[in-house]
């Protein structure tokens, strides 16, 4: 739900975002999928998965992000006042403020903004693990009652 609820209010590359989830977090999009893996490897109560996730995420979201922040800096100059404001990942408790003219969209939720961010595909992968873990939990069911009676 985080990362669905966070595509719908970033403008990549037009506007910096200051409203919904990204007052609360610069990279709410990152902060989601981590959130839906970390939850699947806990669900499956794995920790060899748990670990390779961490050092995966890692890997991957550390770079990127300094990366995203240089262009954003370059890019945007109200950058250094909203990275001041609100946490690089682990959110604030109360959302940040800042002018309400800020952002250009009128920083509202946009449907459109999700469709064309293809949130829909994380929807239906999560979808699609949360069939496997329900497959797997009544498979176990059936292994630990002995079957239907």
Do not use: C
Not at 92 to 111: E, I, V
Request: charged share 15%; aromatic share 16%.
């Amino acid at each position: 739900m985080a990362r669905a609820y966070a595509a719908g209010y970033v403008r990549k590359n037009a506007e910096l975002t200051f409203t919904g989830p990204y007052a609360y977090t610069r990279n709410p999009l990152y902060l989601g999928s981590m959130l839906i893996a970390f939850g699947f490897a806990a669900a499956a109560s794995n920790w060899v998965i748990l670990i390779a996730l961490t050092a995966l995420f890692a890997a991957i979201y550390i770079p990127t992000i300094f990366s995203e922040e240089a262009y954003l800096r370059e890019h945007f100059a109200d950058f250094n006042d909203y990275s001041a404001k609100v946490p690089r990942l682990l959110p604030r408790l109360t959302p940040a403020t800042f002018p309400a003219n800020q952002n250009a969209s009128g920083g509202r939720f946009s449907w459109q903004q999700w469709q064309h961010h293809r949130e829909y595909n994380a929807l239906m992968g999560a979808g699609a693990i949360y069939l496997a873990l329900a497959v797997r939990l009544f498979l176990h069911h059936r292994e630990v009652t002995g079957g239907l009676r």
